[in-house]
């Protein structure tokens, strides 16, 4: 089990093979109860396969691992049921409106109907989509939409969510509008785990870690890795870093 009651995700020396391929290669780290915490690399690095790891969607080839109380190795099924889950891939039914796919969801994820007014309320006055609650969802502004699906991976109310890659291909100033309302959630102290490689959008992270290749490269707070890495440049930043870390791990 974890080492601190305050983690809500701890993995030791996790590893996923597939065939030859080693994806992930024995990795550790741990995210503590209602933080924002970024997981960075490039494309291919591995962030993918590990959050569907913790996600309990694909089984480790080895090592531990426990999300929110439950361990990955077996007890996927009870993990899907206390975690959210937003893909990079926007996940909901275009052809619906936002009040159907939050009915939908609800059904998905086995909440009971009584609650149903109660949670549908919650979810479009929190993703601010109640004036627009009938339109098709497709009709609706891509920020709009991602805060939908956001939404919808909270109604049962997980106490950690998992963003993988989610403002892939969106412009700047929708990004910056997605991370206030990420902002706005962990406040609520709900935790956060997100995958990017944007790397600006990791300053709004407590902690971050940089994986390359499947294995972790670097850990802790964007300022305090800034400052490890070049110590000497006060205008660098975490591009500066990622270019840095990247080059290093590739010789």
Same mark, same amino acid.
């Given at each position: 089990?974890?080492?601190?009651?305050?983690?809500?995700?701890?993995?030791?020396?996790?590893?996923?093979?597939?065939?030859?391929?080693?994806?992930?290669?024995?990795?550790?780290?741990?995210?503590?109860?209602?933080?924002?915490?970024?997981?960075?690399?490039?494309?291919?690095?591995?962030?993918?396969?590990?959050?569907?790891?913790?996600?309990?969607?694909?089984?480790?080839?080895?090592?531990?691992?426990?999300?929110?109380?439950?361990?990955?190795?077996?007890?996927?099924?009870?993990?899907?049921?206390?975690?959210?889950?937003?893909?990079?891939?926007?996940?909901?039914?275009?052809?619906?409106?936002?009040?159907?796919? *939050?009915?939908?969801?609800?059904?998905?994820? %086995? &909440?009971?109907? =009584?609650?149903?007014?109660?949670?549908?309320?919650?979810? #479009? /006055?929190?993703?601010?989509?109640?004036?627009?609650?009938?339109?098709?969802?497709?009709?609706?502004?891509?920020?709009?939409?991602?805060?939908?699906?956001?939404?919808?991976?909270?109604?049962?109310?997980?106490?950690?969510?998992?963003?993988?890659?989610?403002?892939?291909?969106?412009?700047?100033?929708?990004?910056?509008?997605?991370?206030?309302?990420?902002?706005?959630?962990?406040?609520?102290?709900?935790?956060?785990?997100?995958?990017?490689?944007?790397?600006?959008?990791?300053?709004?992270?407590?902690?971050?870690?940089?994986?390359?290749?499947?294995? *972790?490269?670097?850990?802790?707070?964007?300022? %305090? &890795?800034?400052? =490890?890495?070049?110590?000497?440049?006060?205008?660098?930043? #975490? /591009?500066?870093?990622?270019?840095?870390?990247?080059?290093?791990?590739?010789?």
């Amino acid at each position: 089990m974890t080492d601190s009651g305050s983690d809500v995700v701890y993995v030791k020396d996790l590893k996923k093979s597939f065939n030859d391929f080693v994806a992930v290669d024995r990795i550790s780290f741990n995210v503590k109860k209602g933080e924002i915490f970024g997981f960075l690399g490039p494309n291919g690095a591995g962030k993918s396969t590990t959050i569907r790891m913790l996600c309990g969607i694909i089984t480790p080839t080895s090592g531990e691992g426990w999300v929110a109380g439950h361990d990955i190795l077996k007890e996927s099924e009870e993990i899907k049921h206390s975690i959210g889950y937003m893909s990079q891939k926007f996940s909901l039914y275009e052809d619906m409106t936002p009040s159907e796919n *939050i009915r939908f969801y609800l059904g998905i994820y %086995d &909440i009971s109907e =009584d609650d149903w007014e109660e949670r549908t309320e919650w979810a #479009l /006055n929190m993703t601010r989509l109640k004036d627009v609650k009938d339109r098709i969802t497709r009709d609706l502004p891509t920020g709009w939409r991602q805060r939908l699906a956001l939404g919808c991976a909270l109604l049962h109310k997980p106490e950690i969510i998992f963003l993988d890659e989610p403002t892939s291909g969106v412009d700047p100033i929708t990004r910056n509008h997605f991370w206030e309302f990420i902002d706005h959630l962990a406040s609520e102290g709900i935790t956060i785990f997100v995958t990017t490689h944007y790397m600006d959008e990791a300053h709004n992270c407590g902690r971050i870690v940089i994986i390359n290749e499947g294995r *972790i490269v670097v850990t802790g707070s964007p300022e %305090d &890795i800034i400052k =490890d890495i070049f110590p000497n440049s006060p205008g660098a930043d #975490l /591009n500066d870093v990622f270019i840095s870390l990247m080059s290093r791990s590739t010789h």
